[in-house]
Every structure is written in C-alpha cells, then in structure tokens.
C-alpha cells in the first residue's frame, strides 16, 4: 500500500503541475474549464502543494526507517485537508456537470473532482496502512 500511496501522490503531483504550470504560463486554465481561486491564487496551486507533501511524506513513509509514523500522520493529515479542499471546489461545478453532462470537462468530471478522487484514495489507503 506504501508504493501505491506514492504513486497516486506523484500521479497527483504531476496533474496538478501541469495544471498549475498552464496557469502560470499561458495565464489560462487548462483543459478549457473555468479556474477556481482560494484567497486570490488558483486552487491548482494549493493541490500542487498539497500533492507535493503527500508525495515526501509517501516517500519518508517508503524509504526511511525512523519516520514511519510521522509520514503515515503527514500523508493522512494532507490527504483529508485534500478532501475538504477539493470537495468544496466540486460542490461548486456539480450543476454544470448536471446541466451540461459529462461532456462540460475534458475528462468527464471537473479537475478537482479528480483531485478529489486521489485525495479519497490516497487518504482510504493511509488509514488502512495505519491499521496494519
């Protein structure tokens, strides 16, 4: 489970970058949706944040012997932070997606409900880790 929580973090990490690095460079939201904002900066931000340290914690969780504890704490905290985040910016795309159907985002759902996604997995997996 450790290996797979670090692989959805850097898949995370990697999405929300890419997100992030449209936004920062070509001054447009990526994949033709609209851009969600959190105190005056793109959510895409925040996810790359959130996804980074998600990833050194999975990554303190798989290769350090004397942390284990403390990422498994991190990557659970961050992740559940990620839920409540990226629940709340869906909440707020639902009745396009109902209006419009699947075909309103590129990948079906809004990208933060497929943040949302990762987070509930990467978060599900934490607290089954915790309970081994």
């Known amino acids: 489970m ?8 850097m898949a995370g990490l990697l999405f929300a970058g890419y997100l992030s690095a449209v936004k920062l460079f070509n001054q447009t939201c990526a994949l033709g949706e609209s851009c969600a904002y959190f105190l005056g900066y793109p959510a895409c931000y925040y996810g790359f944040l ?12 798989l290769w350090s012997e004397k942390n284990k504890k403390m990422a498994l704490n991190g990557v659970t905290f961050v992740s559940f932070l990620g839920i409540l985040f990226a629940g709340y910016f869906t ?3 639902l009745p396009l997606l109902f209006t419009n159907g699947f075909s309103a985002y590129f990948f079906g759902l809004p990208t933060c409900a497929l943040g949302l996604l990762f987070y509930i997995a990467i978060f599900t997996l934490s607290f089954f880790e915790r309970s081994k």
């Open 2 to 9: 450790k290996k797979t929580i670090f692989v959805l973090g």
């Open 50 to 61: 959130m996804y980074l340290l998600i990833t050194i914690f999975a990554g303190l969780l």
């Open 91 to 93: 909440i707020n795309e």
